[in-house]
């Protein structure tokens, strides 16, 4: 593809430094000279029988003064196009020239050819460009002397354009572009680093630009073995990798990188803008766009990689198998200020975790695609996440925000996972894997599919740990508009909120076959919807409810509250109030084997009967209390563990202390006091001690003084 201008005079810039550094290596030895001499180039002035000591007698070729300078020289080149082969110790046309740095020499580029101090070059206007195209015949049509893609490279160019190696710590790049090097070689290191080829290097490289750079691994830039190699103010543009790293690669190295952007590069493996191997890299403020790669997009990270990268963006970048902005393999990354935008690709769409435990702070996955995993795709990864922001996240099949599978056991910290959306698990999709999630909120998350579900949150087979968490406004077509279990999940939720999800199948929570076992301490259903079971819906489990609230939650046919079917919850301090249905059980259904255990439970305020039987339902209690009578109470008479057709006296539902919203028994209600024999949770919903008086209360809520009360429910 073509770059625009303001990149093409970047790339230049880039090219013409790196140039003059790589003839530094590759020069042979000369006689020592006193340090701190100055060397001018000028392409277009200079002359091969000039001493190269001023701008009026400057050299010819950049090769004149890298053959000369010796430690702590300089060399100030002019603003022109300048090939590895001229001037210097190689042949014409010889694929071998190559420009290449010194320990102690520094080349500048982006000189008009007048100037007297360093700081009045202007590397924008005044493009040094360092070409590999030795046979001068590569495609030229807009007459920049750059190649903007590698369609340019016409015939046998450069292997590498610069070169630094050995102990080049001290070598100094600035300035330049580097354009058009072909690293097409079938042996190493003839098959690395078309622009830049570094090995055993630690030059530090600055204010260069690398456009259409060819290579088997590292198209713009190699670096192999290099100890500490820094790379400050560079662009990538449109350089190309057979294998990995189509603009740069990294193999048992360690590099610096600070303010630099890749774009529009490719690689046939691995890393389209930067692959990097078994190495220690420290990025600060990066931009990566239109990369592509079968694996890592704009980057990859394999072999025990460790990368700590700070402010940065990767936005629309392609993977065709994974990890459409970044794909980390065996690898620890460090991520902290990202944004992930319009990446896409099969699998993690934003990013593919593989065998890998990366650090992620504050950082933003929004409106990335994939098939599994829009935002996020890990597979037997641990990741840990905090102060995240995943949004309008998508995924044709699971997982729109995040897919976790294969004991991806994520930790998920202070964070907001909305507007995202997949055929099951619209926020979230767990498969064999427990992640924990602590300060969550999944906002309007949808499940489109027909026969799946879990607008917020689908877990086959697996048992999430919730603290402090929200499912709001969640959809899903089928089942489980906040969260659908199946299949063995058992999930553990403590001070959780399900408020104004919907579903086909339980609105609030689905839990479906394979005895789903489901645990849930302080948690409220509030304004949830579906046909059957608008807070909860249960076929074939068996969930544990502690201190559970459940508050106007309707369901178009059986199940306000909650709908039971083969299924036997165990309800302990669990309220029912003012949940609706149009049939019967506005507030608990149970059929086909539905035996809930209800256990110091409120029943009350139920459109269309607080508790009801169906064919093969069947009820038991201990301490429970049911406003309705009759056939509205399951069938239960008083003094057989029921008290019925009385009222429990709530409040509204409101803030009384504690994570979750609940209702508060009144001063009078025949709730107070009522468990005579003390079996009650050691705390209420608020997470108030129980008993407060000589025996526990029925309901999820403890009867305090509001006066008493108020400041421990501040404190918690």
């Given at each position: 593809m073509k770059i625009n201008c303001w990149l093409q005079v970047c790339l230049r810039l880039a090219a013409v430094l790196f140039l003059l550094a790589a003839m530094l290596g590759s020069a042979p030895r000369h006689p020592v000279r006193a340090a701190g001499t100055r060397y001018y180039v000028r392409g277009n002035g200079g002359s091969v029988s000039n001493s190269g000591l001023s701008w009026n007698d400057a050299f010819k070729y950049l090769q004149q003064a890298l053959t000369v300078a010796n430690s702590g020289d300089e060399i100030w080149v002019a603003a022109g196009v300048y090939y590895p082969d001229d001037g210097g110790p190689y042949p014409s046309d010889s694929r071998n020239a190559t420009f290449t740095l010194e320990d102690g020499v520094a080349i500048y580029g982006g000189f008009a050819g007048t100037e007297t101090l360093l700081s009045q070059r202007n590397f924008t206007v005044n493009l040094t460009i360092l070409s590999g195209d030795v046979d001068n015949n590569d495609f030229n049509g807009d007459g920049n002397f750059i190649a903007e893609s590698i369609a340019d490279i016409v015939g046998s160019n450069a292997y590498h354009v610069v070169t630094t190696s050995g102990n080049a710590s001290t070598a100094i790049l600035d300035g330049l572009v580097i354009t058009a090097g072909k690293a097409d070689g079938n042996t190493d290191p003839l098959n690395k680093g078309g622009g830049v080829y570094a090995y055993q290097s630690s030059a530090t490289l600055r204010n260069l630009a690398f456009s259409a750079n060819y290579a088997g691994s590292g198209g713009g830039l190699a670096g192999v073995d290099c100890p500490a190699l820094s790379l400050t103010k560079a662009d990538f543009v449109n350089n190309y990798a057979l294998f990995e790293g189509g603009g740069l690669a990294l193999i048992n190295s360690t590099l610096t990188l600070t303010n630099v952007m890749l774009g529009g590069n490719e690689a046939g493996s691995s890393g389209g803008g930067m692959d990097?191997?078994?190495?220690?890299?420290?990025?600060?403020?990066?931009?990566?766009?239109?990369?592509?790669?079968?694996?890592?997009?704009?980057?990859?990270?394999?072999?025990?990689?460790?990368?700590?990268?700070?402010?940065?963006?990767?936005?629309?970048?392609?993977?065709?198998?994974?990890?459409?902005?970044?794909?980390?393999?065996?690898?620890?990354?460090?991520?902290?200020?990202?944004?992930?935008?319009?990446?896409?690709?099969?699998?993690?769409?934003?990013?593919?975790?593989?065998?890998?435990?990366?650090?992620?702070?504050?950082?933003?996955?929004?409106?990335?695609?994939?098939?599994?995993?829009?935002?996020?795709?890990?597979?037997?990864?641990?990741?840990?996440?905090?102060?995240?922001?995943?949004?309008?996240?998508?995924?044709?099949?699971?997982?729109?925000?995040?897919?976790?599978?294969?004991?991806?056991?994520?930790?998920?910290?202070?964070?907001?996972?909305?507007?995202?959306?997949?055929?099951?698990?619209?926020?979230?999709?767990?498969?064999?894997?427990?992640?924990?999630?602590?300060?969550?909120?999944?906002?309007?998350?949808?499940?489109?599919?027909?026969?799946?579900?879990?607008?917020?949150?689908?877990?086959?087979?697996?048992?999430?740990?919730?603290?402090?968490?929200?499912?709001?406004?969640?959809?899903?077509?089928?089942?489980?508009?906040?969260?659908?279990?199946?299949?063995?999940?058992?999930?553990?939720?403590?001070?959780?909120?399900?408020?104004?999800?919907?579903?086909?199948?339980?609105?609030?929570?689905?839990?479906?076959?394979?005895?789903?076992?489901?645990?849930?301490?302080?948690?409220?259903?509030?304004?949830?919807?579906?046909?059957?079971?608008?807070?909860?819906?249960?076929?074939?489990?068996?969930?544990?409810?502690?201190?559970?609230?459940?508050?106007?939650?309707?369901?178009?046919?059986?199940?306000?509250?909650?709908?039971?079917?083969?299924?036997?919850?165990?309800?302990?301090?669990?309220?029912?109030?003012?949940n609706a249905s149009e049939d019967p059980g506005g507030g608990l259904y149970n059929s086909n084997g539905g035996l809930p255990f209800l256990r110091n439970v409120i029943l009350a305020g139920s459109v269309n009967g607080d508790c009801v039987n169906g064919p093969g339902g069947v009820v038991a209690g201990e301490y429970t209390l049911v406003q309705d009578s009759g056939v509205n109470a399951c069938g239960a008479v008083n003094g057989f563990g029921f008290t019925v057709g009385v009222n429990p006296e709530l409040g509204p539902l409101a803030s009384n202390g504690g994570f979750t919203q609940t209702h508060a028994l009144l001063k009078d209600s025949p709730a107070i006091d009522a468990v005579l024999n003390n079996n009650c949770p050691n705390e209420d919903q608020r997470g108030v001690t129980r008993p407060q008086k000589a025996y526990c209360d029925v309901g999820a809520v403890e009867y305090t003084d509001p006066l008493l009360v108020f400041l421990p429910l501040v404190r918690k």
């Open positions: 990097n191997s078994n190495s220690t890299i420290s990025i600060n403020n990066a931009i990566f766009t239109d990369n592509l790669a079968p694996l890592g997009g704009a980057m990859a990270n394999r072999f025990n990689t460790r990368l700590d990268l700070v402010n940065g963006t990767f936005s629309s970048n392609y993977a065709s198998s994974g990890g459409g902005g970044m794909y980390n393999q065996n690898s620890r990354p460090t991520l902290s200020n990202l944004t992930f935008t319009d990446n896409r690709s099969p699998v993690g769409g934003g990013m593919y975790n593989l065998n890998s435990n990366p650090t992620l702070l504050f950082n933003t996955f929004r409106d990335n695609q994939a098939d599994f995993g829009g935002g996020l795709s890990n597979d037997n990864s641990r990741p840990v996440i905090q102060f995240g922001l995943f949004e309008g996240n998508y995924a044709s099949d699971k997982g729109g925000a995040v897919h976790n599978l294969n004991g991806s056991n994520l930790s998920l910290l202070s964070s907001t996972v909305r507007n995202n959306q997949a055929a099951a698990g619209g926020g979230m999709y767990n498969y064999l894997s427990n992640p924990d999630l602590t300060n969550v909120d999944f906002q309007n998350n949808r499940a489109d599919s027909a026969s799946l579900g879990g607008g917020g949150m689908y877990n086959y087979s697996s048992s999430p740990v919730l603290s402090r968490v929200t499912f709001n406004g969640n959809t899903a077509s089928n089942a489980g508009g906040g969260m659908y279990n199946y299949l063995g999940s058992h999930p553990q939720l403590t001070d959780v909120t399900f408020s104004g999800n919907t579903a086909q199948n339980g609105g609030g929570m689905r839990n479906h076959s394979g005895n789903n076992q489901p645990e849930l301490n302080r948690v409220t259903f509030v304004g949830n919807e579906a046909a059957f079971g608008g807070g909860m819906s249960n076929d074939n489990s068996a969930p544990r409810l502690t201190n559970v609230t459940f508050s106007g939650n309707y369901a178009s046919h059986f199940g306000g509250g909650m709908m039971n079917y083969q299924s036997s919850p165990l309800l302990w301090n669990v309220t029912f109030y003012q």
